[in-house]
């Protein structure tokens, strides 16, 4: 069992910065991704960045079009960390935004099969 834990949401003017934290804890070794997603209101949940690794390759990391450039995601492989550091937020960034992991598969930051998620932090970007 994995649990996931985010932290660093909160309200920030555009063109500001967060940094979002997702704690791992439990059987963390078998989790080859790790991903952000978000969910806007009245939208459904979007990929917006995802992180893999194994003992054999250094991370690889991919993003959505709309984050590009601006949020990058890291991992702290000690902490069993990942963070999204969003940097030139927008409006509509504005979300609730989810941590998942891969409880299985191969080492690649794929935008989809993700089961285990986090319970979700609040984004909010005001104009």
């Known amino acids: 069992q994995v649990q996931l834990v985010e932290l660093g949401g909160g309200l920030v003017q555009a063109g500001g910065s967060l940094r979002l934290s997702c704690a791992a804890s439990?059987?963390?070794?078998?989790?080859?991704?790790m991903g952000w997603f978000r969910q806007a209101p009245g939208k459904g949940r979007e990929f917006v960045a995802a992180i893999a690794w194994s003992a054999w390759s250094d991370s690889s990391t991919s993003y959505a079009d709309f984050v590009r450039g601006r949020f990058t995601i890291s991992r702290e492989n000690d902490k069993n960390t990942a963070y999204l550091q969003m940097n030139s937020l927008k409006p509509e960034d504005t979300a609730v935004y989810y941590c998942a992991a891969r409880s299985r598969g191969i080492a690649l930051p794929t935008r989809s099969g993700y089961d285990i998620w986090g319970q979700g932090t609040q984004v909010t970007i005001s104009s």
């Open positions: 439990g059987h963390t070794t078998s989790i080859p991704a």
